[in-house]
């Protein structure tokens, strides 16, 4: 079945910076790629998605990036904010199997003022 | 937007009793619903997918006489967690999937504690 990888699982950065975190599939038939966030007790927030007939979408701050040969992709989120603290995961579609989302470990970004 | 409400939000029951928790979908038809349980600072692991309908399928190692999955109606879907011990709090949380949309709405999760 479809495996993700997500690194790193705690990410630190200070206010204004950039953070970047990474995942890598294994089903190269997966072809739906959505990132969530998550914060303490709630529910996982979609905040991006990507399908794989492109390789890059943009929403303001959030970006997101996809190498369907390499099967990676990554969240960039610029100008960070103390408000985005928080869980996020990546995920990817496990395809002919009932779309499963299949989710990474997660990372925990920490934005310090 | 699609909205799906799970209740009970939070629940403490005692061990060997059971649980019901239910996901409805108030604005789309959830031709599927996906059930995961997430333990503290651990990523969401799908338990279990049902279709309305059909007789749910269960991922590898989680007993389905344990977590008996309803998913009788487009709109309804519910996860029973029988006989529970202490080993099965957790978070539980439902996604719904409407056929044909790529979108997964989640339900909002219940806390599950058993003492």
């Known amino acids: 079945g479809e495996n993700v990888e997500q690194h790193p699982s705690t990410l630190s950065v200070q206010e204004g910076d950039s953070a970047v975190i990474k995942c890598t599939y294994s089903d190269s038939a997966s072809n739906y790629f959505p990132w969530y966030k998550q914060e303490l007790g709630k529910r996982p927030q979609l905040i991006i998605d990507i399908r794989s007939n492109v390789g890059e979408k943009k929403d303001q701050r959030i970006a997101v990036t996809l190498n369907k040969t390499a099967k990676h992709f990554s969240l960039h989120i610029t100008e960070t904010q103390p408000e985005d603290s928080a869980v996020y995961f990546c995920a990817a579609i496990l395809t002919g199997g009932g779309n499963k989302l299949t989710f990474g470990t997660g990372t925990q970004l920490k934005v310090e003022l | 937007g699609a909205v799906v409400s799970q209740h009970p939000s939070r629940v403490i029951c005692k061990s060997g009793t059971s649980v019901k928790i239910e996901c409805r979908s108030l604005?789309?038809?959830?031709?599927?619903m996906f059930w995961y349980r997430q333990f503290p600072k651990q990523s969401l692991m799908l338990m279990a997918t049902s279709n309305e309908g059909s007789k749910a399928t269960y991922e590898q190692g989680v007993e389905k006489d344990k977590f008996l999955i309803n998913h009788a109606s487009l709109t309804l879907s519910t996860l029973t967690v029988t006989s529970a011990h202490p080993e099965d709090s957790s978070f539980y949380i439902c996604?719904?999937?409407?056929?044909?949309?790529?979108?997964?709405?989640f339900g909002s999760g219940t806390r599950l504690t058993v003492v």
């Open positions: 604005d789309f038809q959830a031709t599927t």
């Open positions: 996604s719904a999937r409407e056929k044909g949309i790529y979108g997964y709405t």
